[in-house]
């Protein structure tokens, strides 16, 4: 059995001048996660374009158009690992246990507001989200936005790093002011875990190492807090939300009678024997096996991909629910819910779009925009006919079938959709789910 | 909101998975979510590493039934003959379906013109042999090994990522991923290419392969073979590639990092000759695994990205 250590999904937003890229770039190469090709490649390209420095930039740069002009348009992905993950460790410690050290996925945003989209993509799986502060400057109408969209997508915890301390001059002062402040303005979002992080990206106060510069601060360097931050605790493990993804019928002589329900546990903790329903029909049964490859298992909880085998004969589809019996979800057509909007093409009120929620997709008639939130203010528009390219806003929604659904606060599984654009196909809008009927 | 010390639990909960049990639960309802919104799925395999793990969640996603989809080799005739060996062996074994696309009959048909001289190479043949396929047997997805830690381009692909009616990809014009939601809705003609372990980097693939006790072609451990040095690679003397002058053969113990056509696949001096050394010298290891070992991807800067543009892997 391998050395095992956990996977942490870390959202970054931020633009060239914050110093996010330098960030990156320390914890890539501090972690001896660059390797020489591309730290060279990056070099040599930094040289050729004439930016004076090695332009860490340009590692996450991956696109042609993007190194052209500079920028970053896109999503990109970077991994990093420490202690056991990264394989130091031997192969065969023959158990199973936990040796320290993580797996890190960063998705790493460009921060503009024209950028919107793709921070709420990359915020729509995340563990953990990092926000920078440039310290000469405080909080920022950017700040505001990246931590709203935080709160928004409901990353269970955040990081304030406020950046450039060494611009000035390492003052607890100023580090405690620029807490205040953000803590003063964050009380209206629902933030639960926020840690502040003073650093310095350029000089790696506080990236890696703790830093000598700062003895004030007692707290963590970011990579000890991230690799230390508690997440198995973050999902829900009380009540079970298994979407059924793909029946298993192998119809085969030897498993002739067999009957599965595939998909991945999104809440709850499953043991064969546990009461379920089933929604949207609402019928009752008991689970009597949980099946998988390696075999049948004692229980199954997020976010592991299971076969349940149920005692009942019941039918049961891609799409259906199976529930924890106590706490089910809501059985319902009509949504109220907060959307990103996705697409060139602006939201058509009455409009009818394509919904994907959990499994199962059906049709939905976007009835009414309630109102549109300045992404940087907070203030809401009520005058708003139609959200374009990058708003947020809050919708009614009117869905052909019944979803069965939570609010997005409880479960970002069940409580979350994308629409879709019947004739371009095209996933136009990201959805969260407030209440449902 | 605190912004004093912290304390930290060391111990771990019961309820935790580990990275490389997310990244298996990941890829194998990225498999399910394929099987149920796409009508003629297909797997693509290589017999290279990648695709020996995407094998084993195919079975971890489906078993006990067969795969609900058949697996496609895409057969330059430039294999190393060890890699199509193995392969045969795999589908066999495993009871699946396997279709063989092949160059050789594409260069015999006319649909593409063997290139020429000391760096021919079927490298790029390969994208019209493969989109021939798609087309002929109407598949509308189809299963990809390739992972974003691999390469500039990839890093910003998508886990479904379309494909116009010519097999183009647009990196301009993706669509947003959100959530575990994927969008599967093509029109006909066009085609989704889907990499469930892109979240993968070489080393959890190499973690997995032992985890999961895989056997891998004998050329990813070392072995004494016959190369020459070519650009700063090492590459095995074969009938495909002809040398050039001042290149001499010699005997080195080398291994393979990534599998290939024999033609821009190099090798690395090694000794690992077990999966535990492998995972050793990959751990120290200070170069990328397609920096070290492919000229495919050294033409240019954005020599993968134009590849993926006319409908490569």
Not at chain 1, 51 to 66: H, K, M, P, Q, S
Not at chain 1, 100 to 115: L, N, S
Not at chain 2, 91 to 109: C, H, K, N, P, Y
Not at chain 2, 187 to 192: A, F, K, P
């Amino acid at each position: 059995m391998p050395a095992v250590s956990e996977l942490l999904r870390v959202a970054t937003a931020g633009s060239v001048d914050d110093g996010k890229s330098t960030l990156i770039g320390r914890l890539l190469h501090d972690t001896k996660s660059i390797l020489e090709d591309q730290l060279a490649h990056v070099a040599e390209t930094s040289e050729r374009r004439g930016d004076g420095y090695v332009n860490l930039a340009l590692l996450t740069d991956g696109l042609r158009a993007e190194r052209e002009q500079g920028i970053t348009i896109d999503v990109a992905y970077r991994y990093f690992q420490t202690g056991a993950a990264a394989g130091t460790a031997t192969l065969d410690t023959g158990a199973a246990s936990f040796q320290g050290g993580r797996k890190f996925i960063i998705a790493d945003t460009p921060g503009h507001e024209q950028y919107t989209r793709n921070m709420v993509t990359g915020a729509s799986t995340a563990d953990l989200s990092i926000v920078l502060i440039d310290a000469r400057h405080g909080v920022s109408e950017q700040t505001r936005r990246h931590a709203y969209i935080t709160s928004l997508l409901r990353i269970p915890h955040l990081v304030v790093a406020v950046n450039k301390m060494d611009l000035v001059d390492y003052s607890q002062e100023t580090f405690e002011a620029i807490v205040a402040e953000f803590t003063d303005w964050a009380t209206r979002l629902a933030l639960s875990d926020v840690s502040f992080i003073p650093l310095s990206a350029l000089r790696g106060d506080n990236v890696v190492e703790r830093s000598d510069s700062m003895p004030w601060y007692q707290g963590p360097s970011l990579l000890y807090h991230l690799e230390h931050v508690v997440i198995a605790t973050d999902r829900d493990m009380d009540d079970v939300r298994f979407p059924v993804q793909w029946v298993v019928r192998p119809m085969s002589d030897e498993h002739h009678d067999y009957r599965g329900y595939a998909g991945q546990v999104a809440a709850g903790v499953i043991r064969p024997g546990s009461e379920v329903l089933v929604l949207p029909s609402g019928r009752r049964t008991r689970v009597a096996a949980i099946d998988t490859y390696d075999g049948a298992l004692e229980l199954a909880f997020p976010t592991m991909s299971v076969t349940l085998r149920l005692e009942d004969d019941i039918d049961i589809s891609r799409g259906d629910l199976i529930a924890g019996a106590d706490e089910p979800p809501i059985v319902a057509r009509d949504l109220e819910a907060m959307v990103c909007w996705m697409s060139e093409q602006p939201m058509r009120a009455g409009g009818r779009y394509a919904i994907h929620h959990t499994t199962r997709a059906a049709k939905a008639i976007i009835d009414r925009l309630e109102y549109r939130v300045d992404v940087n203010t907070l203030e809401r528009d009520t005058d708003a006919g139609t959200l374009e390219l990058n708003e947020i806003g809050r919708v009614h929604l009117r869905s052909s079938t019944p979803l069965v659904v939570d609010p997005y606060a409880r479960n970002r599984t069940t409580g979350s959709f994308i629409l879709i654009d019947e004739a371009t196909n095209d996933t136009v809008a990201a959805g969260m789910i407030r209440s449902a009927r | 909101m605190t912004t004093g010390p912290h304390t930290h639990v060391t111990t771990r909960s019961t309820y935790e998975l580990s990275h490389l049990q997310a990244l298996e639960a990941e890829a194998i309802y990225i498999m399910r979510e394929v099987a149920a919104q796409f009508e003629r799925p297909v797997l693509l395999f290589s017999g290279g590493k990648d695709s020996i793990v995407l094998m084993r969640l195919a079975e971890k996603a489906f078993r006990p039934s067969r795969f609900p989809f058949p697996v496609m080799h895409v057969d330059t005739g430039h294999n190393f003959p060890e890699v199509t060996a193995f392969r045969d062996q795999l589908v066999e074994r495993l009871g699946e379906r396997l279709i063989v696309a092949s160059v050789q009959d594409s260069i015999d048909a006319g649909r593409v013109r063997e290139q020429t001289g000391p760096r021919a190479s079927r490298n790029r043949l390969q994208t019209t042999t493969l989109l021939d396929a798609i087309a002929e047997h109407w598949f509308d997805a189809a299963f990809g090994g390739a992972r974003r830690d691999e390469e500039r381009a990839r890093a910003k692909e998508r886990v479904f990522s379309f494909r116009d009616d010519f097999g183009q990809w647009d990196p301009k014009n993706q669509r947003p991923e959100l959530w575990a939601l994927y969008n599967g809705r093509i029109r006909r003609g066009e085609h989704v290419r889907v990499f469930p372990i892109s979240n993968w980097t070489e080393m959890d693939v190499w973690q997995y392969l032992a985890q999961e006790r895989l056997e891998v072609p004998s050329i990813y451990y070392a072995h004494t073979r016959e190369v020459f040095a070519r650009d700063g690679m090492l590459y095995a003397t074969n009938e495909h590639i002809q040398l050039m002058d001042g290149e001499v053969p010699f005997q080195a113990s080398v291994r393979y990092r990534t599998v290939g056509d024999m033609t821009c696949t190099g090798a690395v001096r090694s000794t690992a000759s077990t999966l535990a050394e492998v995972v050793a010298e990959i751990a120290a290891n200070r170069i990328t695994e397609r920096g070290e070992t492919r000229a495919d991807d050294r033409v240019s800067d954005a020599a993968m990205e134009d590849r993926k543009r006319e409908g490569y892997f």
